[in-house]
Structures are given as structure tokens and as C-alpha cells.
């Protein structure tokens, strides 16, 4: 095997990932799909060259501790890869992703810029990106952190395990800090965070109790703090995160979010109906004081409507972003309802629009 020609032929073919196992063929996720690369078969002794290859030997022995590892690995020439090794059935597996080499604009993303640079200005909060693995969580987050360090003077701090992309900084102070590199342990890193006053914190994502803790108390000690977690929509989102604490203290998440939410944008990678790749559709929930209220009373399955109707705040439902993309003609049908967490719903909303158009006609 390969692996540098395996590398090049992601950059050059625009693959997203590279999946390696033994007893299977390499294969690449190219817009979406998964592409068989020849015919060779991986070993198992092919595979552990890879990993010796790729992981110092500091992270080998962590692996082999932890039965998992992520990290970041550069390769020359070719640019940054995000590196999954995994066991699986007795035998050593790696998931590979690549990272762009630029940071692209909310407008090469096709995301709602309008409403992202809003967020962006608030002095503290929190703002949630969500959305299923490989949704683009975290190239939208990092658009956003480095619209801010084009148009904020403002000093950001980032916990990251692994870092994916670097900044170059421009009106913005950013330091990065890995997890397990500059930081013992985000646990350990979220602790001290406050002592380096951050205006903008980023913690990669939030998995358990304590880092949700600890995003709140940044938010609420006067941070604007952005975090990722791997929820499919808004209400989940939430939900998430008043699950996380127990149960006596759910009404008290409840108020604190009130408090300190400032956005969700919950995202899903649709395929081009032109063939050209994925863009994305954006569930965009902003707190106003009707959401604020709805949180704070336990209301949550209320927000869907409200998100519905908040279009002058620049909201919009997955239905609403998944139509629109269909309307445009950016995907076709099959695609937006395959994405669609109300498939019933879309269908309703061409069905409507198409009889008013077969009225008008």
C-alpha cells in the first residue's frame, strides 16, 4: 500500500476522508459516497505500518492504552489530515480526514452570513454549531472564529483535540491550544481559561457534564463562547443539554440557557444536484425574548414554530433551508428529503407550491 499516493489522491480528488481496514480495499468519501481505491486487500501487517508511520511514538502508546486516539498529522506538500485510529474486531482501523489548507468565507460555505456575523458581535454567550458527524461542524466554526479575526480585535482562545486548522492572525490575538499537547486534559484546560482572559473562547466540543459546566460559567463569567456538539437539530440541542445535568438540576440549566444562549445553527451536507460537491442547509434558531422564554419555562417543542416564523431574525426551520435548496434547483428532491428530519412536511410544501404554480399557469 501506498499511503503517500492514498494521501495525494484525497487532495486531488477532493475526498473528504480516507477509510482503511484491514480485509477491505481503501476507500475515499468523495462528495458523500464511498469510492473503492484498487483492488488490494489492506493486511493487518500493512496497517500497523501505517499507524507506526503516522503516530509518534508518544501517541502509539497512548493508543494502545486508550484503544483510541485523534490526532492531527501534516504531510508535505499535501497539507493537514485528521487522524482516527480505532480498534475494531481484534485488529486496527483509521479514519482519515482532510483539512483544508484555506479557511473558506461564509460565502464559499453557503452558509447564512448575515445572521453568523450577528451572533459574531454579541460580547458573551454561548453559540451552539451543531449537526451528525461530517456535517461540516467544525469548517463552519472555524469560518466563524476567523471572520472574527478579520473584522475583531479581540484575543481568542481555542481547546481542540485534535487542532484542525491555523490561523494567521490578522485584527485578532488567537492562541490554540491541543488537548494533550499544550493541555494535559480539557478538563484541566477549561479550568485555567479564565486566568488568560479570553474575549472568545472555542472548546471543540461538548461530550459530558463538566464541559458543559464549564462552557456555561465562561458564558456567563462574561465569554463568548462557541462550542460544537453532535446533535441533529435544535430541539435535541437542548434537550442534550439539559440531559447532561441531573435531574434536580434541570430547571436550572433551563434558566441558565435563558440566559446565555445566543444561537444554534444545526447543520446537514446535502450533494449537489450538478454533481459539484455539497453545500449545506442551516436549522438557524436565534434567541430572542420568545425563545428565551420557551427555554426557560421547558417549553422546547414550541421552538420549532417559533424558528418557522422568525425569518426577520434570520431563523429558518431544516424544512425551510431544505426547500429552499430544492426551490433554487442546488439539489434535487430525493436529496432534500433524505436530509429532511419531516420528510411529510417538505413533500407538503412542493406540494403547495406546485399547485400554485399550476394555478397560475
Known amino acids: 500500500m501506498d499511503l503517500e499516493r492514498l494521501f495525494r489522491a484525497m487532495v486531488e480528488q477532493d475526498a473528504s476522508d480516507l477509510f482503511l481496514k484491514v480485509g477491505h480495499r481503501p476507500f475515499l468519501r468523495i462528495g458523500g459516497r464511498l469510492i473503492p481505491v484498487g483492488e488490494e486487500r489492506l493486511t493487518h501487517e500493512q496497517i500497523t505500518a501505517v499507524v507506526s508511520e503516522l503516530l509518534e511514538p508518544a501517541q502509539r502508546q497512548r493508543f494502545h492504552a486508550e484503544r483510541e486516539l485523534t490526532v492531527a498529522v501534516e504531510r508535505a506538500g499535501l497539507g493537514r489530515f485528521r487522524l482516527n485510529v480505532l480498534w475494531q474486531q481484534g485488529t486496527m482501523a483509521l479514519v482519515i480526514r482532510r483539512i483544508q489548507r484555506t479557511i473558506p468565507t461564509f460565502s464559499e460555505l453557503g452558509l447564512p452570513g448575515d445572521v453568523l456575523a450577528r451572533l459574531l458581535t454579541e460580547s458573551y454567550g454561548l453559540i451552539l454549531v451543531t449537526g451528525p458527524t461530517g456535517s461540516g461542524k467544525s469548517t463552519t466554526v472555524a469560518s466563524m472564529l476567523d471572520h472574527l479575526n478579520h473584522t475583531a480585535p479581540k484575543h481568542i482562545v481555542t481547546l481542540e483535540d485534535p487542532i484542525e486548522f491555523h490561523f494567521h492572525e490578522e485584527q485578532a490575538m488567537i492562541n490554540q491550544r491541543e488537548i494533550g499537547v499544550d493541555t494535559?486534559?480539557?478538563?484541566?484546560?477549561?479550568?485555567?481559561?479564565?486566568?488568560?482572559?479570553?474575549?472568545?473562547?472555542?472548546?471543540?466540543?461538548?461530550?459530558?457534564?463538566?464541559?458543559?459546566?464549564?462552557?456555561?460559567?465562561?458564558?456567563?463569567?462574561?465569554?463568548?463562547?462557541?462550542?460544537?456538539?453532535?446533535?441533529?437539530?435544535?430541539?435535541?440541542?437542548?434537550?442534550?443539554?439539559?440531559?447532561?445535568?441531573?435531574?434536580?438540576?434541570?430547571?436550572?440549566?433551563?434558566?441558565?440557557?435563558?440566559?446565555?444562549?445566543?444561537?444554534?445553527?444545526?447543520?446537514?451536507?446535502?450533494?449537489?444536484?450538478?454533481?459539484?460537491?455539497r453545500l449545506p442547509a442551516c436549522e438557524v434558531l436565534v434567541a430572542t425574548p420568545t425563545v428565551r422564554e420557551h427555554l426557560r419555562e421547558g417549553r422546547t417543542e414550541r421552538l420549532p414554530a417559533v424558528i418557522h416564523d422568525g425569518a426577520l431574525h434570520g431563523m429558518q426551520t431544516l424544512t425551510q433551508a431544505l426547500y429552499r435548496r430544492y426551490r433554487q434547483g442546488e439539489v434535487d428532491l430525493a436529496e432534500a428529503l433524505r436530509c429532511a428530519d419531516s420528510p411529510d412536511e417538505l413533500q407538503l410544501a412542493v406540494r403547495e407550491i406546485h399547485s400554485i404554480g399550476d394555478v397560475q399557469s
Open 184 to 277: 494535559r486534559s480539557l478538563s484541566e484546560g477549561l479550568r485555567n481559561v479564565l486566568r488568560q482572559s479570553p474575549d472568545v473562547l472555542f472548546v471543540s466540543d461538548i461530550r459530558d457534564p463538566e464541559t458543559m459546566e464549564s462552557c456555561l460559567i465562561a458564558a456567563e463569567s462574561g465569554q463568548l463562547v462557541l462550542s460544537c456538539i453532535h446533535t441533529t437539530n435544535v430541539v435535541t440541542t437542548v434537550e442534550r443539554l439539559v440531559a447532561l445535568a441531573p435531574l434536580h438540576q434541570h430547571e436550572l440549566i433551563r434558566l441558565r440557557l435563558s440566559l446565555i444562549l445566543r444561537g444554534i445553527i444545526s447543520l446537514r451536507l446535502l450533494q449537489r444536484q450538478d454533481g459539484g460537491g
